[in-house]
């Protein structure tokens, strides 16, 4: 393996799309690291290279956490006995930030984060075209290198994908892999949601759980949506219809049977706004369609749906309750 490949597995592996043998091959190539041959570098030099790798890093989220608490760990002054993957992931940051070699296929890695209240828009280097919801983060190679067309979605995504049969383009997710031709569908996956959905409006895509290898993909056709239970490990499948699948593009949210607290964080998203909400009430499901009411509308008309108690204090509103039972 030659250093630009090296570089391009490592920079895989940050953003959670390197495969198991790929991760192992890593491990074991840290263990090299492991011997008194590694030469001592001054206060002076360690001082310095730590400044610049911690301005160079360009992750975010829980990668970037464990990068820089690995960091800590393992300060540049002790490395005469060992040297960490991540401390020395941190060193290639350092020297090529942001891009891969310079070179026939250099490329940079990106990352489109939308902010609460707005939607974006991304064209990618093979003619892709994707709408990012509020709250979403979308982190992806330009152009892109390898056999697959590989991104990295937080949150929720409409893709129009470019048809190749002979490069499939691939998201990865927190717990859905989702693999595809060329066809337009839509990705809702928000961190910490616990049923990530796939919809499909024209071609076929493939789901598969992320961490589950043995879990036969499900097939996911023109018409229909497939519902992965983070808790059960299984998906459901069901139909749906284009303006189900499209709304959230026309400022409109709906809800089918949704607990209360997505339906929180997708009001927060929309709004611009916090809502702190009582345990006892996250469970508590919604079947609703929300256009452009005020927010305060919204809320009361759902707090009075289940018996709770809304007050407002500056940008934040309170959700009080007992349960979820209905006045």
């Known amino acids: 393996m030659n250093k630009e490949k090296f570089i391009q597995l490592i920079y895989k592996m940050l953003s959670g799309l390197a495969t198991k043998p790929e991760r192992e091959f890593l491990e074991k190539y840290d263990r090299l690291f492991e011997a008194d041959q590694v030469p001592f570098l001054s206060d002076d030099k360690a001082d310095k290279i730590k400044k610049e790798i911690y301005e160079r890093i360009h992750l975010h989220g829980d990668e970037a956490n464990k990068v820089r608490r690995f960091y800590r760990h393992y300060t540049v002054s002790a490395v ?70 590989e991104v990295k979605l937080e949150g929720e995504g409409y893709f129009e994908v470019a048809r190749r049969p002979d490069r499939p383009f691939v998201i990865h997710t927190e717990d859905l892999r989702v693999r595809v031709l060329g066809t337009s569908f839509n990705v809702r996956a928000y961190k910490g949601n616990s049923q990530p959905e796939v919809s499909v409006v024209h071609g076929k895509v493939s789901v598969e759980p992320a961490r589950n290898k043995d879990r036969q993909p499900v097939l996911v056709t023109p018409g229909q949506k497939a519902t992965y239970s983070v808790s059960e490990g299984n998906f459901a499948t069901d139909s749906c219809s284009g303006d189900y699948v499209m709304a959230w593009q026309r400022g409109v949210l709906i809800f089918q049977n949704t607990p209360f607290k997505e339906v929180a964080g997708a009001l927060e998203r929309k709004f611009d706004i916090r809502i702190n909400l009582d345990k006892s009430l996250e469970n508590c499901t919604f079947y609703a369609q929300i256009e452009n009411e005020p927010v305060g509308v919204t809320l009361t008309a759902l707090t009075r749906l289940i018996g709770a108690d809304l007050k407002k204090k500056e940008n934040v509103f309170y959700i009080t309750g007992t349960g979820c039972n209905s006045r």
Do not use: H
């Open 80 to 149: 005469a006995a060992s040297v960490s993957l991540c401390l020395l992931i941190s060193w290639l940051l350092y020297t090529l930030p942001g891009k891969a070699p310079v070179g026939e296929s250099a490329a940079e890695y990106r990352e489109v984060k939308v902010p609460a209240g707005k939607i974006s828009r991304v064209v990618l280097s093979d003619g892709t075209k994707v709408m990012l919801n509020a709250g979403s983060r979308l982190y992806y190679q330009e152009p892109f290198g390898g056999g697959l067309r």
